[in-house]
């Protein structure tokens, strides 16, 4: 038996690394339950879906430090925008940082 994936079970590979269940990848593909299971006991699928996984991770890795560049510089550019008041600056700060309302306005009083 070949280690080469199928059209089908590629398709099914990246469903599954992306969090979809088995019932829910057999009914978006209009594959049977037991094939899916099959597919699931040969060893080379299961690589597969690790491997998508890994990719996947690498890939939004790289999302998330480029939103964080994103957001840094956005947040600089106000930051350093003289028209913004203080109070507004401060209130920014923490709203990035996603901290609880009540520290920032006890912090403002």
Known sequence: MS?????TQSKAVILLASGM?????????????DALHNWRGLPHFQDAIL???????FEFRQELI??????????????????????EKIAIC?????????????YLK
């Open 3 to 7: 280690d080469k994936l199928s059209l």
């Open 66 to 87: 480029e939103l964080k560049k994103d957001s840094i510089n956005i947040l600089s550019k106000f930051l350093h925008d003289d028209s913004v008041s203080t109070t």
């Open 94 to 106: 923490f709203h990035a940082l996603a901290l609880p309302q009540g520290i920032k306005v006890n």
């Open 21 to 33: 269940n088995y019932r829910q990848t057999c009914l978006k593909l209009g594959i049977s339950r």
């Open 51 to 57: 491997q998508e996984k890994e990719r996947q991770l």
